[in-house]
C-alpha cells in the first residue's frame, strides 16, 4: 500500500498536443496539475532527480519528436532510472505497428494509445491502475 | 518440172496399134512422149530398159542409169553413186531379186534403187558377159563371151563343172524353164542344162548359132541368123516361124513377144517389126523415123521403145480422142453443137461449119449459101439449124442440110454480130447480138427483143443459160449478168469483177441449182445471193474459163487456154463449203499430152464446149476437135496408185526410205523424196502433203516429188503425202519422220540441265543462307547480349529506382502515418475539446481560440497533404 500518487508527464513536441493531453487528464481525473515537456531530454532531467523509492510517474510518451525521440528517451530512461516507479503509455499518431511491437520490448510501457488521447481511455486506466495511483 | 517432148498424130490406118474399140465419131489417136538428154535423160542412146518388181522403168545409157516413174526420170550414174563400179550397163536381166544390169566388169541389181554391185573381174578378163539367170536359191549363173559359165553362190564365183561343152562355143543367151532346166543358147548350137541332176546335153545342131532365145514356156522361139525365127516346142524341135531373109534386118537383143503373143523386134535399119501369125509387118512412128529402136517394151497399151539417139519413146493411148475427118485436121475449131436428131455441128473459124452423124461428115460454107465461112455460135430450132456470125444468122433445113434463110438487123437485130443462139424449154429462141441485142422468137415465130435502158446500147450479149426454173440467165461483157422470166427484165447483176476480168463466157447451173459463171477472172460462184470466186490461186488453171460443163457422172469440165480441166463434182462442193482463202481444189488437165489436139481451147463462142448424148465431151481448140469419153474416167483407175518413198536427201547424202526416216541430230534441212508410177496419166494426180496432223492444212504438191524440210524442231513427225485420182481419195501415204535432238537439245539433256542448275541454285543458297543464318544469329545474340546488358543496367536503374522510390513512397508512408497524423490527431483532440466544452472546466482557453487552433491545424495538415503530393510528382520521370 503507498499513498503516494504519481506523477503524470505528458512528453509531445507538438505543444497543441501537449494542451489538448493535460486537459484530457485534468478532465478524467487523473492528475489536476499534469506536467507537460515539449522536450523528452528536459522530461529526463525532470525524472533523475526524483529517482527515489517512493516516488511514482505515469508518463504518456510521443514517439517522434525531433531532438529525442520516445524510444530514446526510454533507453535512456531504463539505463539512468533504478528505483522510481514508472509507467509509460505511449501516444502516438503512428499507425505503425512495428513501433507497438517494439514498445513492448520495455517494461515501462504498459499500454500503446493511438492520437488523439480520449476521455474514456483514461478513466479506463483509472479503473485498470486501481491503486498504483493511490486513490 | 518436166517438159516432155511430145507428138499426137492420128495413126494411119494400118496402124499396129489398134488398141481402141471403133467410134463411128471419133477415131483413135495415140501420144508419143520422147524422154531423151533434154528433159532428163543424161544422154539419148539406151542400151537396155526394163521394168523392176516396184513398176520403175529402168533405162541404160552410156551415162549411166536411168530410174523412170512417168513423169520424172531420176539418173544414177558414179558421180552421185558412187556404189556403182562402172558408168555403162549393157544389158538387163530381170530376175526374182530384181533387175541384174550387166556392165563390162561388174554387175548390180535394180529394185527402186541400186541394191547391190557386184566385181566381175575375175571372170569377165578378156571377154565380157553374155547371159545371165537367177536360180530359185538365188544363186546366179553368168555365160561368157568365152563360152565359161560361172556360178555366184555367197559373193564367190565358181566355174560350172558340168558345163563342158565338147567344141569351142560363145555362150549367147540363157532362158530358164521350169524343172531346174536351163537353155543355154551358144554359137555352136543350143543346150539344155539339168540343174538339178548336173548334167547337160545338146539339143540342136551344133551347127546352129543360136543368137536368142525369147518367149514364156509354152512359147519358146529362137532366133538365128541363118534360120530366122524358129518356134522350139516341148519335144524341142523346132518349127520355122519367119525365113531369115524376111527380117535379115533384125536387131536380135529387141526381140520380144508380147502378151498376144505377137512378136516385136526393132529393125536394125528403120522403124519396128511386128510378127503375128508368122506375117512380117514394119512400121515406122514418123517421130522416130531417123533412129533405130534397140529395145522393146509391150505392156497393156503401152509401147516403151529405147532408142539409138532419141532415148525413150512411150507410146500410148491419148485420153482425148480427135476427130478423124480431113475437113476439120488442124482446124480452129469454134461453136460446137449437138442437134437433136444426134447430129453434131462443128463450127469453125474461117472454114465454114460441119455436120457429122453416123460417120460421116457434111461441110457447108459460105459457096452453100451461108452468110460467111467464120461460125461464133450455132443452135436448132423446129428442125433448122441456126449458125451465129458477125455478118448475122444462116438458117439451116436439118433435113435437107441446105442454107435456106438468114437473120439479120433488117429483121430486126440489134446487131448482125451474133453471139449467142438458144432455144429454151418454151421452145422460144434466143438471139444474143453485139449493142444491148436481146432477142427471141416465141413459139409462134413472132420476134421479139428485149429492150434494155441506154446505158446498154453497146454491151455484148455473149452466153446464155434457162434455170430450172424457167428463168433466163445472160452473161454480158462488162455488164454483168441479166435475170429476164417470161420475156420481161427483172434485173441487171453486176460481178464482183474488175473491168478487165468482167467477161461472162458462160453459165452453168449445178444440181443444188447454185449458178456458176465462167469469167475471165475465174470462176464466180453464186449461191444464196452471195458471190464467191474460184480463182488460178485455188486451182483453175488459167484466170479465163471458156466453158463449164458437167459430164454424166461425177465431173465438170471447164476449158481454157491450157485446156480441158477436170473437176470432181465433190471438189466443186468443197469449195462452195470452204472459208479457207488457201482453198486448192484437186483437178485433172487434159492437154495436148493425154491427146489434145492443142491444149489451147477456144472461147467467146456458144456453145464453148458440150457433153453430148453418150457422155462424151467435146473441146473446140485452135488445131481441132478434142473429144473426151468421160463416161469411163474412174474405170480406168485399176487398182490403188503406185506411190512409192523414194529417198532421203542430207546435202549430198542420200539414202532410200524404208519404212521410217530419221534426221542426224544438227540437220536442219532435208529433202524427202518419193514416186508416183504411173505411165498411163500422171495428170490425174492431185498432191498434198502435211507435216502436223494437228492442222486440217494440206498443202498443195505441184509438179514435183520432193519435199523440202528446214527447220523441223527436234520430234516425231509424221509426213502425210494424200493421193487424189480425178479429186477423189486414192490414198494417204505416211512415213515417220524422227528429228534427232542434238545431245543439247534432248528432253533428257534439258530436264538434266535443269535438274543440276536447280541443284547447284538449291546449294548455293542454302550455303549462302548457312553462312547469312550463322551472321545474322550471331548478329542476333551480339545484338540480344547487348540488348541484356543494356536491359540489365536498366533494370540495375530500375531497381534503384525502384528503391529510391521506395525510399519516397516508405517517406509518403512516414509521412502519411506520422507527419499527416500528427495535426489529423490533433485537429481531432481540439475537435472533440470543442464538443465536450461545456463540460470541461480546465480548458483555459476560449471556444474561438481553441477553433482557431483547430482551423491552424487543418492548415498544417493541408500544407503536408500538399507536401506529399509534391514528392510523389516528383516521382514520375
Not at chain 1, 514517439?63 to 525521440?69: A, L
Request: charged share 25%.
Amino acid at each position: 500500500m503507498t499513498d503516494t500518487k504519481p506523477t503524470v508527464l505528458i512528453i509531445d513536441d507538438d505543444p497543441g498536443f501537449l494542451f489538448l493531453h493535460k486537459i484530457i487528464v485534468k478532465e478524467g481525473k487523473l492528475d489536476p496539475n499534469p506536467m507537460t515537456f515539449i522536450d523528452a531530454r528536459m522530461a529526463l532531467e525532470h525524472i533523475y532527480p526524483l529517482d527515489i523509492n517512493s516516488t511514482k510517474f505515469l508518463i504518456f510518451l510521443d514517439i517522434n519528436m525531433p531532438k529525442m525521440n520516445g524510444w530514446k528517451f526510454l533507453e535512456e530512461l531504463e539505463k539512468n532510472v533504478k528505483r522510481a516507479d514508472i509507467k509509460v503509455i505511449m501516444v502516438t499518431s503512428s499507425l505503425s505497428k512495428v513501433e507497438r511491437e517494439k514498445s513492448k520490448e520495455f517494461e515501462a510501457v504498459i499500454d500503446f494509445w493511438e492520437k488523439p488521447m480520449e476521455e474514456p481511455q483514461v478513466i479506463a486506466l483509472q479503473d485498470r491502475l486501481g491503486a498504483w495511483l493511490g486513490e | 518440172m518436166w517438159t516432155a517432148t511430145l507428138f499426137s498424130r492420128v495413126l494411119a490406118a494400118d496402124s499396129p496399134l489398134l488398141l481402141f474399140k471403133d467410134s463411128s465419131l471419133v477415131s483413135t489417136n495415140y501420144v508419143m512422149e520422147i524422154w531423151d538428154n533434154t528433159n532428163g535423160l543424161p544422154q539419148n542412146a539406151v542400151y537396155a530398159l526394163e521394168k523392176d518388181k516396184s513398176g520403175y522403168l529402168w533405162i541404160a545409157t552410156e551415162e549411166g542409169l536411168v530410174r523412170f516413174d512417168g513423169i520424172s526420170p531420176k539418173l544414177f550414174d558414179k558421180e552421185s553413186y558412187p556404189i556403182m563400179q562402172e558408168q555403162t550397163y549393157y544389158t538387163f536381166f530381170k530376175t526374182a531379186s530384181g533387175i541384174w544390169g550387166t556392165a563390162d566388169r561388174s554387175i548390180a541389181l535394180l529394185d527402186r534403187n541400186i541394191l547391190k554391185v557386184i566385181d566381175c573381174s575375175e571372170i569377165t578378163d578378156q571377154t565380157w558377159i553374155r547371159a545371165l539367170v537367177e536360180l530359185d536359191s538365188g544363186d546366179l549363173l553368168i555365160g561368157t563371151q568365152s563360152g565359161k559359165i560361172f556360178q555366184l553362190k555367197d559373193d564367190q564365183f565358181t566355174q560350172l563343172e558340168f558345163w563342158n561343152p565338147e567344141r569351142k562355143l560363145e555362150v549367147q543367151n540363157f532362158f530358164l524353164l521350169p524343172d531346174s532346166k536351163l537353155l543355154v543358147g551358144t554359137t555352136a548350137g543350143l543346150y539344155e542344162l539339168d540343174l538339178k541332176n548336173e548334167s547337160m546335153r545338146l539339143i540342136s545342131s551344133e551347127d546352129l548359132f543360136a543368137q536368142k532365145i525369147f518367149g514364156e514356156p509354152g512359147s519358146i522361139y529362137v532366133y538365128s541368123s541363118k534360120a530366122g525365127i524358129s518356134k522350139l516346142n516341148e519335144r524341142y524341135e523346132m518349127e520355122q516361124i519367119v525365113p531369115s531373109n524376111q527380117i535379115s534386118d533384125i536387131n536380135p537383143s529387141s526381140l520380144i513377144l508380147d502378151g498376144e503373143k505377137r512378136i516385136w523386134a526393132g529393125s536394125t535399119t528403120k522403124g519396128l517389126i511386128l510378127i503375128q501369125n508368122g506375117i512380117v509387118n514394119r512400121f515406122t512412128y514418123p517421130e522416130l523415123a531417123n533412129y533405130t529402136i534397140r529395145k522393146i517394151i509391150k505392156e497393156k497399151d503401152n509401147l516403151y521403145l529405147g532408142t539409138l539417139g532419141k532415148g525413150l519413146a512411150i507410146i500410148k493411148p491419148a485420153k482425148v480422142s480427135q476427130l478423124s475427118y480431113e475437113a476439120l485436121r488442124e482446124k480452129n475449131i469454134k461453136a460446137i453443137f449437138q442437134a437433136t436428131d444426134s447430129s453434131v455441128w462443128i463450127g469453125t473459124r474461117s472454114d465454114g461449119v460441119h455436120r457429122i452423124k453416123d460417120g460421116e461428115i457434111h461441110s457447108l460454107n459460105s459457096t452453100d449459101g451461108l452468110l460467111q465461112n467464120g461460125v461464133t455460135t450455132i443452135g436448132s430450132w423446129k428442125d433448122k439449124i441456126y449458125v451465129g456470125s458477125s455478118t448475122g444468122i444462116s438458117v439451116i433445113d436439118q433435113k435437107s442440110k441446105k442454107v435456106i434463110g438468114k437473120i439479120t438487123e433488117e429483121d430486126g437485130l440489134k446487131s448482125n454480130y451474133i453471139y449467142a443462139v438458144y432455144k429454151d424449154s418454151k421452145d422460144w429462141l434466143w438471139i444474143l447480138t453485139r449493142y444491148g441485142g436481146i432477142h427471141y422468137f416465141d413459139q409462134n415465130g413472132d420476134f421479139h427483143q428485149i429492150q434494155l435502158s441506154d446505158n446498154y446500147s453497146n454491151t455484148s450479149l455473149i452466153s446464155i443459160l434457162e434455170l430450172k426454173d424457167k428463168q433466163i440467165v445472160i452473161g454480158s461483157m462488162n455488164q454483168g449478168i441479166f435475170w429476164i422470166q417470161d420475156g420481161v427484165l427483172i434485173k441487171n447483176q453486176s460481178l464482183p469483177l474488175t473491168p478487165g476480168e468482167n467477161v461472162v463466157y458462160c453459165i452453168y447451173q449445178d444440181e443444188s441449182d447454185d449458178l456458176w459463171f465462167g469469167t475471165h477472172g475465174g470462176i464466180v460462184l453464186l449461191k444464196d445471193e452471195e458471190f464467191k470466186i474460184l480463182r488460178k490461186s485455188n486451182g483453175i488453171k488459167s484466170q479465163s474459163v471458156y466453158s463449164i460443163t458437167a459430164d454424166t457422172k461425177d465431173g465438170v469440165w471447164i476449158t481454157n487456154n491450157f485446156g480441158a480441166q477436170y473437176f470432181a463434182k465433190s471438189e466443186l462442193q468443197r469449195f462452195k463449203e470452204t472459208g479457207d482463202e488457201d482453198f486448192f481444189a484437186s483437178t485433172t488437165v487434159y492437154n495436148k499430152s493425154l491427146g489434145m489436139p492443142n491444149s489451147e481451147a477456144n472461147g467467146l463462142i456458144f456453145p464453148s464446149s458440150i457433153g453430148d448424148f453418150s457422155g462424151n465431151i467435146w473441146i473446140p481448140t485452135v488445131e481441132g476437135v478434142g473429144v473426151i469419153d468421160a463416161s469411163n474416167l474412174s474405170e480406168n483407175v485399176i487398182g490403188p496408185a503406185n506411190f512409192r518413198w523414194d529417198e532421203l536427201n542430207l546435202g549430198d547424202q542420200k539414202t532410200p526410205i524404208d519404212d521410217q526416216i530419221i534426221i542426224p541430230e544438227g540437220v536442219r534441212m532435208f529433202q524427202v523424196s518419193f514416186s508416183l508410177i504411173d505411165f498411163e496419166n500422171p495428170n490425174q494426180y492431185s498432191l498434198f502433203y502435211r507435216i502436223d496432223s494437228k492442222t486440217e492444212q494440206w498443202i498443195p504438191i505441184k509438179d514435183q516429188r520432193q519435199l523440202i524440210f528446214n527447220g523441223l524442231k527436234p520430234g516425231e513427225y509424221t509426213l502425210e503425202v494424200k493421193v487424189l485420182r480425178y479429186g477423189k481419195l486414192d490414198s494417204i501415204q505416211t512415213i515417220p519422220i524422227q528429228v534427232t535432238a542434238a545431245l543439247i537439245e534432248t528432253t533428257a539433256f534439258k530436264i538434266s540441265f535443269v535438274i543440276i542448275i536447280l541443284l547447284l541454285l538449291y546449294f548455293v543458297v542454302k550455303y549462302y543462307f548457312n553462312i547469312q543464318m550463322k551472321k545474322s544469329l550471331e548478329s542476333m545474340v551480339d545484338k540480344r547480349t547487348l540488348e541484356l546488358s543494356r536491359t540489365n543496367e536498366k533494370l540495375k536503374e530500375a531497381v534503384k529506382e525502384i528503391e529510391d522510390q521506395n525510399l519516397i513512397l516508405k517517406e509518403i508512408t512516414w509521412n502519411q502515418s506520422h507527419l499527416v497524423r500528427a495535426p489529423l490527431t490533433k485537429a481531432m483532440g481540439i475537435n472533440m475539446l470543442l464538443l465536450n466544452y461545456p463540460k470541461y472546466s480546465t480548458v483555459g482557453k476560449s471556444k474561438e481560440e481553441l477553433e482557431k487552433e483547430l482551423l491552424d491545424t487543418l492548415k498544417e495538415l493541408d500544407k503536408l497533404v500538399k507536401d506529399t503530393h509534391s514528392k510523389s510528382e516528383n516521382l514520375k520521370k
